[in-house]
């Protein structure tokens, strides 16, 4: 074979995978990846542009200083005091804000902001916060935070709110690391630890099984398989599900599905099911109450396949976006830059239609275009 070829054979054989695989050939199964010509400076300025309608005076005096400043201040006035936004013909361009925030990382938007209070000395999020509203600035402000800063809102959000899939889904899909980011901006931004206020918030299983994960301690995959292991915690399960005992059942699933890695799980889940009879789902539905119940449901859901979780989640969201709509935002930025191709997959595969397209039908305007932003393409 000559080296003219490759190329085509190469195409051949990615052409037969499925698009998880193809992605993982690729590199990254994420809509969104750094930008190869960042330029924070430079996406500043476009912002300062795209929302004052005035050209960007570069030069580094004083008095152009002054009049950024100026300029950002009085928009985030005008509206508070009823003025309009009088004196800037042009308009808020959302479609260049929001091009710009689906087309860079989170990590660059932090840099963009950063440049944004250098130029201006006013803060990019409380600027835009002050002329998006709606569903757009459900999106908008998710986008600007740190991930952890905005995983740390939500779950605030979803303790006040007792919204119980919020909670699991968060903290069963961090790591260690990130959980520990969460907790940190938590205290940062409530004047409050998050332990703390979900023991005061939550009660019984449901409190001790969400705090389980928050701390973080799942174990991480080593890629060896431990047969011993799997049969070990899929016998437990099982004794702990026959004992009758609601308390020592409990504390022994939480303890298993808290502490073992996802790929783990999903063999326990298996060998589970051989050996009782029983998918670990219905043993739940029928020993678990309430909020422990939801919860246990949830979790075993995004353990055994989490992008087939969100692409059902998100189906449930878009359709209803207007009584949620920081579900599907959340979903939608929280995986952007991890796994956005594999859940499109799942969606396309349970749906019938494209994420895309379903966005499309189901949303408008510039949420719709935000949305469509992360989202990327069409599955065909």
């Known amino acids: ?56 005076d570069c030069s580094w005096n004083k008095a152009n200083s002054r009049g950024r400043k100026r300029v950002c201040k009085l928009l985030v006035w005008r509206p508070r005091l009823n003025l309009g936004f009088l004196g800037f013909p042009n308009g808020i361009k959302y479609g260049v804000v929001i091009d710009l925030l689906t087309n860079r990382s989170n990590a660059h938007r932090q840099q963009i902001a950063e440049a944004f209070l250098n130029f201006t000395q006013q803060d990019l999020l409380k600027m835009l916060g002050a002329v998006v509203s709606g569903q757009l600035e459900t999106v908008i402000t998710g986008l600007l935070r740190p991930a952890t800063q905005y995983d740390a809102h939500e779950i605030k959000a979803g303790l006040q709110g007792l919204e119980t899939e919020t909670l699991i889904e968060i903290a069963s899909t961090r790591t260690a690391q990130q959980l520990q980011e969460i907790s940190d901006y938590y205290k940062q931004d409530f004047k409050s630890d998050l332990e703390m206020d979900i023991a005061s918030g939550t009660t019984g299983s449901f409190k001790d099984l969400l705090v389980a994960l928050i701390k973080g301690k799942r174990e991480c995959y080593s890629g060896v398989i431990d047969y011993v292991l799997i049969q070990q915690d899929s016998e437990a399960l099982a ?142």
Request: aromatic share 10%.
């Open 1 to 56: 074979m000559n080296g003219s070829e490759k190329p085509s054979l190469a195409n051949e054989i990615l052409e037969q995978l499925p698009l998880a695989e193809k992605t993982a050939v690729w590199g990254t199964l994420g809509t969104i990846r750094p930008h190869l010509s960042f330029d924070a400076g430079r996406d500043a300025q476009i912002f300062f542009e795209a929302i004052s309608g005035e050209d960007f």
């Open 239 to 380: 004794d702990a599900a026959a004992g009758g005992d609601a308390g020592r059942l409990e504390s022994e699933w939480i303890r298993i599905l808290t502490q073992r890695s996802p790929e783990h799980l999903k063999r326990v889940f298996s060998w589970y099911h051989k050996m009782t009879g029983t998918p670990v789902e219905e043993t739940m539905e029928k020993h678990f109450q309430g909020h422990f119940r939801e919860a246990g449901l949830t979790l075993a859901s995004l353990l055994r396949n989490a992008p087939l979780y969100f692409a059902t989640k998100l189906y449930q969201a878009i359709k209803d976006a207007g009584r949620s709509p920081r579900t599907a935002a959340r979903i939608m930025i929280s995986r952007s830059e991890t796994d956005l191709l594999s859940i499109r997959t799942e969606f396309k595969r349970r749906y019938g239609i494209s994420l895309y397209s379903f966005i499309g039908e189901e949303t408008k305007g510039d949420y719709q275009a935000a949305l469509l932003g992360l989202c990327k393409a069409e599955d065909l």
